[in-house]
């Protein structure tokens, strides 16, 4: 399949999105992590996390998987997630379908902002759809007293586009708005470099299995509360009950390149 026909069905797919946020954003079916503003403690003894993005977002639960891992850790304050998320979403569904109300509606401490896994790319919109949406969103939420927390994604298994197509352009963006990053996809690329056997990926479409949303996990434990994740349970259960986690023996390698590309995140938005 071309790079432009697997852009076409993704906008076909965005198209859809808003009906599909909309379920999911209700539903008890849907992420496991769509819950009522009001349900939520006071600011002041939790950090709460809205999730704004598509599948690579739901499937595992990754919100929980990132709620489940905090408390496993300890550590204070907890955190509480909530998800807004619609399959093959881009920014600009989730704008049009009035997630900036959801923003307004809580006192968020972080909003993680991922975009759909190809529109980042130069060839495939970056200009004009990824950057342009994540200084709308970011508006909304500097405005809420809130930070943006990118959500860099990775290439798909078999795409020869190199990683760095896709981490460049989370990073400009995260510099230019003095946001923070979770840089997912930098952490992957560490990960198959040591071990090319490693599980990630579920299917062609780069969704991740379950050792992989840990490791996307693992990664926003170390960006939110700037500690490294090694150490941390090997799996994890979440609120809705769904084990996520790595074989024991993977744990420190998968939290090790984690808080590694962190760390060289931070770098790099700094050295420029």
């Known amino acids: 399949m071309t790079p432009r026909r697997t852009l076409a069905i993704v906008a076909l797919l965005a198209l859809l999105g808003g009906v599909a946020w909309i379920l999911v954003r209700f539903s008890a079916g849907g992420a496991g992590t769509d819950r009522p503003a009001g349900s939520f403690a006071d600011r002041k003894h939790v950090l709460k996390v809205l999730f704004i993005g598509n599948s690579y977002t739901y499937v595992n639960d990754l919100p929980g998987t990132v709620e489940a891992l905090a408390k496993a850790s300890g550590q204070d304050p907890r955190l509480q997630v909530q998800g807004m998320t619609a ?68 290439k798909w298994p ?30 992957l690329e560490l990960v198959l470099k040591r071990n090319p056997e490693f599980q990630f990926y579920a299917d062609k479409g780069g969704h991740p299995t379950p050792a992989g949303t840990y490791l996307v996990a693992c990664t926003f434990f170390a960006a939110i509360y700037d500690k490294s994740p090694v150490g941390l349970p090997a799996t994890v259960t979440t609120a809705a009950r769904q084990p996520v986690g790595v074989l024991p023996e993977d744990a420190p390698l998968v939290q090790g390149a984690a808080w590694e590309a962190v760390e060289a995140a931070k770098a790099r938005l700094k050295s420029k």
Do not use: C
């Open 87 to 154: 399959g093959g979403a881009t920014l600009q569904v989730h704008w049009d379908s009035n997630a900036a109300a959801a923003i307004r509606d809580t006192d968020w401490n972080y909003v993680v902002l991922q975009e759909q896994s190809l529109t980042p790319l130069s060839e495939s919109g970056r200009d004009t759809l990824f950057f342009p949406y994540a200084r709308k969103f970011h508006e909304v939420i500097q405005a809420r007293g809130a930070k943006s927390l990118f959500y860099m994604t990775w």
């Open 158 to 187: 078999d795409s020869k586009t190199p990683q760095e197509s896709l981490t460049q352009p989370y990073l400009d963006i995260t510099r230019e708005l003095g946001a923070q990053v979770a840089p997912a996809g930098m952490a």
